[in-house]
Structure formats: C-alpha cells, structure tokens
C-alpha cells in the first residue's frame, strides 16, 4: 500500500506542475516530455501496486484503523500539498546578493555546498561533452552569428548567445546586441551594473544567472528593473575579476515588464 501511495503521490505531483505551468521552473521545457513519461509509468506502477495490494487483502483478515487510513490519506497528500502551499519563488537579483557576488568567470562554474552546480555570468556546457564534440558544437553555433553585425537576442537562443559571446569575445566585440533582463547592481563597485537573466541548463540544479555588464549612460536602475538593451559590445577590464571581460555600452535603453516566465533554457 505505502508503494501505491508514493506512486500515485508522484503522479499527482507532476499533473499539478504540468496544469499549472509551474514545471518549467524546475527544468529545461525542452525536457518536459520526460516529466510526462515519468509520470505515465508511475500511475502504471501505482496501479499494479494497488491491484497487488488488493489481491492480498482479499487473503487477509486484516482490518485497517482509522489511524491507519488517516496516515494513508495523509502520505498521498503529502507532495501535492507541498508543492501547492510551498511558494516556488522566481530568481531575481535578491538571490545574487544572497549567494555572493563571486564569479569564478575563469573557471565558469562553482560547486554549492548542497552539491549543485551554480554557474554565473557564461553559461558553461562543456561539462556535458568531450572536449572535441563541444569545440564541433560551439565552431557551429558561431556561424549563425559571426557574420552579423547586429544579434536580437530572444528567449530562444539567450544561453547559446551568452555561451558564445564569453568563450569569443573578440569576434563579438563591434557588434550591436539586443536584449533583455533584469538589472543587479554590484555591491562591490557602484558604478558596474549587470543585465542578466537566470537559465537553466538541464535543470535547477544547474542553474545560473547570465548576461553582461553595462557601462554606464549615466542613468541608474534599481535591482530587479527588467531592461531592453540595444548596444555595441567592447572588452573592458573589470577590476573584482582582475581581467577584461565583454561590456555592453548602451546606445537605447527601454524599461520592459517582467516576462511571464522570467527563465531562459539552453537548446542543443
């Protein structure tokens, strides 16, 4: 019985992430079809567990207390009251400030002490491909962009751009970029303001906040305002990073409301 209740527990939990839509803050919506699956094959398994458990019953002269049943009911409740009670809160630049603002830009990610990866500023997928197929991957992704003086940079194609734009600089620095994010403002230095957006690679448990400094215009935003950027991309040095890093320099800047679903997901 315990089998069929954490089984049909899961089966409900992933039918309310899926009714309302809150899956795609756990993982990358490109992989939501194994949500589906996964939970296909637990109702399945509930099921088998449930005629299991009746079959036996039958042989039985067991008889349930109330304790017993209340205890039940509860265990099945358990994942579809938490997920319906506990608040999934979106990321913003609160969380930046909370873990630190500490890139490891050379290194492009960092453990957590809960052992996911946290990566910050380049979305980092090498970590998933042998050393040749990853270069294959990014020589590829690279054309679509490196004849074009101007890249609009869409929900879409964010983490790709972003990924390109830190491991290729130099062939990105003239070109005029499109974006939009959210505004963080460096603790450390109160002139460096960064647009970013948090992505998730495969799913939360890589996820990370990315984009890029933005030289100042003269205008300040505070944190969490969610900009449309239109500038031309520069290698400036960053002092806290102790090394150049690419730059926005605004030529227009729109203030935009926050996207429906503020996430960005890596296509391969």
């Known amino acids: 019985?315990?089998?069929?209740?954490?089984?049909?527990?899961?089966?409900?939990?992933?039918?309310?992430?899926?009714?309302?839509g809150k899956l795609n803050q756990?993982?990358?919506?490109?992989?939501?079809?194994?949500?589906?699956?996964?939970?296909?094959?637990?109702?399945?398994?509930a099921i088998v567990q449930l005629t299991n458990w009746m079959r036996h019953a039958e042989h039985t002269s067991h008889l349930h207390t109330r304790s017993a049943r209340f205890f039940s009911l509860?265990?099945?409740?358990i994942p579809l009251l938490s997920a319906a009670f506990i608040p999934t809160k979106t990321l913003d630049a609160t969380i930046v400030s909370a873990k630190g603002f500490?890139?490891?830009?050379?290194e492009g990610s960092g453990d957590s002490s809960d052992g996911t990866q946290i990566q910050y500023?380049?979305?980092?997928?090498?970590?998933?491909?042998?050393?040749?197929?990853?270069?294959?991957?990014?020589?590829?992704?690279l054309a679509k962009y490196e004849n074009s003086s101007k890249i609009n940079v869409t929900t879409g194609?964010?983490?790709?751009?972003?990924?390109?734009?830190?491991?290729?600089?130099?062939?990105?620095?003239?070109k005029t970029l499109t974006y939009t994010g959210f505004v963080y403002n460096d603790p450390t230095?109160?002139?460096?303001?960064?647009?970013?957006?948090?992505?998730?690679i495969h799913c939360i448990a890589d996820s990370g906040v990315f984009g890029l400094r933005t030289l100042s215009d003269g205008s300040h935003y505070p944190d969490n305002t969610w900009l449309e950027i239109t500038g031309k991309i520069q290698l400036a040095y960053y002092t806290p990073f102790k090394r150049e890093i690419p730059v926005?320099?605004?030529?227009?800047?729109?203030?935009?409301?926050?996207?429906?679903?503020?996430?960005?997901?890596?296509?391969?």
């Open 121 to 141: 500023l380049q979305p980092n997928t090498s970590i998933y491909f042998t050393k040749s197929a990853y270069q294959r991957i990014m020589k590829k992704e």
């Open 248 to 268: 926005v320099k605004p030529e227009h800047l729109n203030q935009v409301k926050k996207p429906t679903n503020p996430y960005v997901y890596r296509n391969f």
């Open 26 to 45: 756990y993982i990358n919506t490109h992989y939501s079809y194994l949500a589906v699956l996964s939970a296909i094959l637990a109702l399945i398994l």
């Open 102 to 106: 500490n890139f490891p830009l050379a």
């Open 157 to 174: 194609n964010y983490m790709e751009i972003m990924e390109l734009i830190y491991n290729f600089p130099a062939t990105f620095e003239g």
């Open 74 to 77: 509860l265990l099945l409740a």
């Open 189 to 200: 230095d109160k002139n460096a303001q960064f647009l970013f957006r948090f992505g998730i």
């Open 1 to 20: 019985m315990i089998r069929f209740l954490i089984l049909a527990g899961y089966f409900e939990l992933m039918l309310y992430l899926q009714l309302t």
